[in-house]
């Protein structure tokens, strides 16, 4: 009995020499999703309306005030170009059909936001699509654009010169926003 007991314990002491540290590893995978983030949302004034009833008016245009101002956000994470331009080559009367040209609206583009803002301090008008912000920086930024119909200065003269007859004349401008 003695030499199996000793016989089973060099085999326990022998097995003990032979093993090996235990060593376990696990894996952990760690992942980052940067979604972009591009988004435009009009928060005040996106639907101007003129309304033209006095000779001063046909005369000199309608300037800018709170009631033909657009305020626009763009939360964004990267960077971004807003362009703007007008769905017809034309105002459209609705009830004539006649047109009327888009040089009577013009717009002064502003805003907190920063970035390259063109025609600031500058009117400008709706003839061409243009880049009206290029921003080289993300976040919530606000923009505004100052709308005048027919001001003097302006390319397409004045409204009384332009003899258009009466008639409630529309067309949509588009804020189009894209990463750079």
Known sequence: MRKLFFAAAMLL????????????????????????????????????????????QYTNGIANSAQYTTNFVVSSSRDFNVTLGAEDASFIGLETGGTMDLAFLRYTMDGAGGGTIAGIQELSDLTAPTTVVRQSAGGNLLYEIQWELGTTGGTAGSLLAANLPADIYVTNVFLNLAPQ
């Open 13 to 56: 002491l022998s097995q003990a020499g032979f093993g090996q540290a235990v060593k376990d590893n696990a894996v952990i995978p760690v992942s980052i999703t940067l979604n972009s983030i591009l988004r435009l949302t009009v928060t005040s004034g996106g639907n101007i309306q003129f309304v033209v009833n006095t000779i001063d």
